[in-house]
């Protein structure tokens, strides 16, 4: 009698072990199954890096890949729907520095685990948030595969532009008030990238003067169509006619869509353009 | 008067029956489609769950902030138009809500608002303290607090502050810039409880406060030499009426952002109705406030979801076309006669 009681207590004893154990290294195993992207780029890189079907939400913004078009929308990248957000009932969100502070605060008081990325400011910041967007849902390997192919691009570019004449560009990222890309913004490390001068590299804001720019005289300048009409902003710096840009017809319009939201992939493309723009005459480099 | 009071009770009872339906009406309407028969069968017994946690978590805490916010809107408008007998005066004329902006936009480029959320309205309710004894100590002459005086240093504060804000946004980063552009259109989206309980204890405290100047309202709206000879004390009554009504809009600014035109307009529509009597009025005023807040708030979160507008988009555009509808018909109205 006594025996089997005993007996009984040991199975059940190391039933429970075995569960426990089997819980825990299933556990750190488990990745998030359903996640919430509030980024366009994070969306993106999430595509990326194979693991859309994870995607349940994403922005009204998110339209690449073509993919994302149909996932459900949860708001824009500023302002969420939290309502649709708890509805979907995700196991982990990626919020960006523009997510409405609010709204992330609501959703962690709700028990909902929310993992914010800062906007990257270079190439550097992009590749390790990629890695730790990998690490996350579960594609460590497939993260770091994609970061080295990308810094290896990036070096033969790098090593192949050193020895090119460097040429100054001014990048205009925004008109009335005239904008201009610092090394807050991507855009510098493609312009050092591809062997150029950004002549705003240092300008504590983003606002420039066009007096600033004619007396810095840029060889290259490029109009970022951010919402502002590129063919005007062109015309009006076709005006200034003792401009190295206008006097060698060196200026160009980029599509905002290719410098905003990148991946380490996109960003190894949009350089190669960059590249093109200040090296016309080395236009077939090849990579 | 016995009828007249009759008519009062009665108004004041369609207004709570009316902030009640919109309530309710409110708790049902939302991206997430919650049948209104679940809504109901959640509300009695508790339980958990997504939806449980929408209707608890999201849809309420944003319910009575509005009524807050909306109550002390349309009192502190009501309060400042009786006092400075001036139909377009409103909570924010006085600079106060800029003082509260500027005081947000510092913690947000500062950076001090990621330290903590709380940061952010605690700057905001500095910054509106600092422009209310800003405009206080400015418009004291000899003991004496000019009104005319204080309407105008008021408008060149809220200029003067607007313009620095401005100046911060001009040389603040995108992200920096979107918050503040964000904080600034108001938002009724509050995660914090304790914020949202102490706005409910400040308007309803007031709202009790400034009965007890009703009488002076009335006679201040005779003017200041009439109200003397009527025997009130007018030098107190319009320093503590100052002080509420801008502590009450310094308050929700900084919780709920600039929600424009409650104040505003919520005032001249309960007097189209109730009359010019302030005992009316300011309960009046109190409940019509709160009810259009959370009714435009309840269509902004809705009306293009997932999307949510600003709530001030809201209030604009149906506060004054409503507003002038009101108006235009009250004219043929009284044409007629």
Request: aromatic content about 8%; some cysteine; glycine content about 8%.
């Amino acid at each position: 009698m006594n025996k089997s009681i005993v007996g009984t207590v040991i199975v059940f004893i190391s039933v429970f072990f075995l569960l426990v154990s089997l819980s825990y290294s299933e556990n750190s195993e488990t990745f998030p199954q359903r996640v919430i992207s509030l980024s366009p780029s994070i969306t993106e890189e999430l595509y990326l890096l194979g693991a859309e079907d994870k995607l349940i939400g994403c922005t009204t913004y998110c339209i690449r890949p073509k993919g994302a078009k149909t996932k459900e929308k949860v708001g824009t990248v500023i302002e969420v729907n939290l309502e649709k957000i708890v509805m979907l009932n995700p196991d982990i969100i990626l919020a960006t520095s523009l997510t409405d502070s609010k709204a992330v605060e609501k959703l962690k008081n709700l028990g909902i685990k929310i993992e914010s990325f800062p906007a990257s400011k270079n190439f550097n910041e992009l590749c390790n948030q990629f890695l730790k967007l990998g690490k996350i849902v579960g594609k460590k390997n497939k993260a770091e595969e994609i970061v080295n192919d990308a810094k290896n691009k990036i070096d033969i570019i790098k090593r192949k532009t050193e020895n090119m004449p460097h040429p100054t560009i001014f990048v205009q990222i925004g008109s009335s008030p005239l904008f201009a890309a610092t090394d807050d913004y991507f855009i510098d490390d493609f312009i050092n990238f591809a062997g150029g001068i950004n002549i705003a590299e240092n300008s504590k804001s983003g606002l420039y003067s066009r007096e600033e720019v004619i007396k810095r005289n840029p060889d290259v300048i490029v109009i970022v169509t951010m919402g502002i009409a590129g063919d005007k902003e062109v015309k009006i710096w076709k005006n200034y006619k003792t401009l190295m840009a206008v006097k060698n017809n060196r200026i160009y319009i980029l599509d905002s869509y290719r410098l905003c939201s990148s991946t380490p992939v996109s960003f190894v493309d949009t350089l190669k353009d960059f590249v093109e723009i200040l090296h016309p005459e080395k236009r077939k480099i090849n990579l | 008067m016995r009828k007249k009071i009759i008519r009062w009770i009665i108004w004041i009872g369609v207004l709570g029956a009316f902030l009640l339906a919109i309530s309710v009406f409110s708790l049902c309407v939302g991206s997430a489609d919650i049948s209104v028969k679940k809504v109901i069968s959640l509300l009695f017994k508790a339980g958990s769950g997504s939806e449980y946690s929408i209707l608890f978590d999201i849809r309420l805490p944003r319910i009575i902030l509005g009524f807050a916010i909306g109550g002390a809107l349309g009192l502190s408008g009501v309060i400042l138009q009786g006092m400075f007998r001036n139909s377009l005066v409103e909570p924010y004329t006085l600079g106060i809500s800029g003082g509260a902006a500027l005081g947000v936009s510092l913690s947000i480029i500062s950076g001090l608002y990621r330290i903590n959320v709380l940061n952010m309205p605690v700057f905001g309710f500095l910054g509106a303290v600092v422009i209310i004894i800003l405009i206080y100590a400015l418009s004291m002459q000899r003991g004496i607090l000019k009104m005319q005086g204080l309407l105008l240093t008021g408008v060149m504060i809220s200029f003067i502050s607007s313009s620095l804000i401005m100046l911060i946004m001009s040389i603040s980063r995108a992200e920096d810039l979107h918050g503040i552009v964000f904080w600034i259109m108001g938002s009724l989206e509050e995660p914090n409880w304790f914020l949202i309980k102490i706005a409910v204890f400040i308007s309803l405290i007031s709202l009790f406060v400034s009965y007890f100047f009703c009488h002076d309202l009335n006679a201040l709206s005779l003017g200041e030499e009439e109200a003397l000879h009527l025997g009130i004390n007018i030098e107190r009554t319009k320093r503590l009426l100052f002080l509420i009504s801008s502590l009450l809009v310094g308050y929700s600014v900084s919780v709920a952002g600039i929600i424009g035109f409650v104040g505003l307009v919520v005032p001249h529509f309960v007097r189209m109705f109730a009359g010019n009597d302030h005992r009316i009025l300011l309960i009046g005023s109190f409940l019509t406030g709160a009810c259009f807040l959370i009714f435009c708030d309840t269509v902004a979160r809705s009306i293009i979801a997932p999307v949510e507008l600003p709530v001030g988009v809201i209030t604009g555009i149906l506060g004054g076309t409503l507003f002038v509808c009101a108006l235009t018909k009250k004219r043929i109205i009284a044409g007629e006669k």
